[in-house]
């Protein structure tokens, strides 16, 4: 069984800053992709980032620039730092594990940047 938990979330103002982490456990960490998502409310969940087992990167336009995941494998962790945050940014964040065949996903952390 693969369990995601996610930490870090909290209130911040618009320009400031936070990391996310996402602790997994199991042995597969270091296998495969890791995913970090988002979802407002009212909203559908979005694809926010994405890091490769050899560490290659992906982001969705909205946070390039100003958002990072990395991954440390000895810790089995996925990392989100966040900068210059906007009240756009505000949502529930959640990581995600695909294993073939399986989907695994934390229980979120929420994340709120006012004006």
């Known amino acids: 069984q693969v369990q995601l938990v996610e930490s870090g979330g909290g209130l911040v103002q618009a320009g400031g800053s936070l990391r996310l982490s996402c602790a997994v456990s199991?042995?597969?960490?270091?296998?495969?992709?890791m995913t970090w998502y988002r979802q407002a409310p009212g909203k559908q969940r979005e694809l926010v980032a994405a890091?490769?087992?050899?560490?290659?990167?992906n982001y969705a336009d909205s946070v390039k620039g100003r958002f990072t995941i990395s991954r440390d494998n000895a810790k089995n962790t996925v990392y989100l730092q966040m900068n210059s945050l906007k009240p756009e940014d505000t949502a529930v964040y959640y990581c995600?594990?695909?294993?073939?065949?399986?989907?695994?996903w934390g229980q979120g952390t929420q994340v709120t940047v006012s004006s």
């Open positions: 199991g042995s597969v960490f270091s296998m495969y992709p």
């Open positions: 995600r594990i695909n294993i073939p065949g399986y989907i695994y």
């Open positions: 890091i490769t087992s050899g560490s290659s990167t």
